[in-house]
C-alpha cells in the first residue's frame, strides 16, 4: 500500500533516463528469478523473469541480468518514464518444493520530469 | 477478465477481533499463496495451497488460518492470537504453464 515504499533505497532518475535497480539474491541453488512493479496501494505486476541457465534477457524497454557469480540481478529500464515511477523487487524461487518464492525488500523508482 | 479479487480493500479490526479476507481467482489455478506485506520488508509467505482441500503452513503462519474448500477460493481469517496484525495482504496463485505468480491488489488490515 502507500506505506510499503517507507524506508526502501530511493532510485531518482531524470525523465528519458536509463535506470538500472539492482538486487542480490541469497541461495545458490535459486533457479528462476522475477521483477516486479508495485504502484501504490496495488498489488505487484509481474515485469519480467529469467531462468538460471540465462545472463540476459530482455523485454519490452527492460532488460534483466543475472550474475550467478556474485548472485546479482538488475533490472534496466530504457528510457525511463513518470508511470515507471514505483517500488521494484526481485524475487527468487529456490528448486525444488512447492514453487516458494524468496522476495527482496524492493527500491523505489522516483522518475523526475 | 480473468484476475485476482481480494477483499476488502481496507479493514478496521478492533484488538481482539478475528477478520477474514477474501481471495478470489478465476484463472484455474491450483495453487494459491497468502503473502504478508510490510514497510521496508520483502513479502512473507503465510499460507500457500497447493490444490483443492489442502495447504500448508509458510514461514509465518502463527495468528492465521485458512482453508481451500473450492478451487477459486482461499479466504485467509487473521486471528486474535496474531500479536501485530496491522499489515498490507496480499493473494496470488500460480500458472503452472508460465510460472508466473498473479497477485491481487491486496487488502490493507489497521487494528485500532
Known amino acids: 500500500g502507500e506505506s510499503v515504499g517507507l524506508h526502501l533505497p530511493t532510485l531518482s532518475v531524470q525523465e528519458g533516463d536509463n535506470s538500472i535497480i539492482n538486487c542480490a539474491y541469497s541461495?545458490?541453488?535459486?533457479?528462476?528469478f522475477i521483477w516486479y512493479k508495485q504502484e501504490s496501494g496495488k498489488g505487484p505486476q509481474f515485469i519480467i523473469d529469467?531462468?538460471?541457465?540465462?545472463d540476459k534477457r530482455q523485454g519490452q524497454r527492460v532488460t534483466v541480468l543475472l550474475n550467478k557469480t556474485v548472485k546479482h540481478l538488475s533490472l534496466q529500464i530504457a528510457a525511463t518514464q513518470p508511470g515507471d515511477s514505483a517500488v521494484y523487487f526481485c524475487?527468487?524461487?529456490?528448486?525444488?518444493?512447492?514453487?516458494?518464492?524468496?522476495f527482496g525488500a524492493g527500491t523505489r523508482l522516483a522518475v523526475h520530469p | 477478465d480473468g484476475g485476482i479479487t481480494q477483499s476488502p480493500k481496507y479493514l478496521f479490526r478492533k484488538e481482539g477481533q478475528n477478520v477474514t479476507l477474501s481471495c478470489e481467482q478465476n484463472?484455474?489455478?491450483?495453487?494459491m499463496y497468502w503473502y504478508r506485506q510490510d514497510p521496508g520488508q520483502g513479502l512473507r509467505l503465510i499460507y500457500y495451497?497447493?490444490?483443492?482441500?489442502?495447504?500448508q503452513k509458510g514461514d509465518i503462519a502463527e495468528g492465521y488460518s485458512v482453508s481451500r474448500e473450492k478451487k477459486e477460493s482461499f479466504p485467509l481469517t487473521v486471528t486474535s492470537a496474531q500479536k501485530n496484525p496491522t499489515a498490507f495482504y496480499l493473494c496470488?496463485?500460480?500458472?503452472?504453464?508460465?510460472?508466473?505468480?498473479?497477485f491481487g491488489e491486496g487488502s490493507r488490515l489497521t487494528v485500532l
Open positions: 524475487a527468487e524461487r529456490v528448486s525444488g518444493g512447492y514453487n516458494k518464492l524468496i
Open positions: 541461495n545458490s541453488a535459486s533457479d528462476y
Open positions: 529469467i531462468r538460471s541457465n540465462m
Open positions: 484463472l484455474n489455478h491450483d495453487a
Open positions: 495451497s497447493q490444490i483443492v482441500n489442502d495447504f
Open positions: 496470488a496463485s500460480w500458472d503452472t504453464n508460465t510460472g508466473e505468480l498473479f
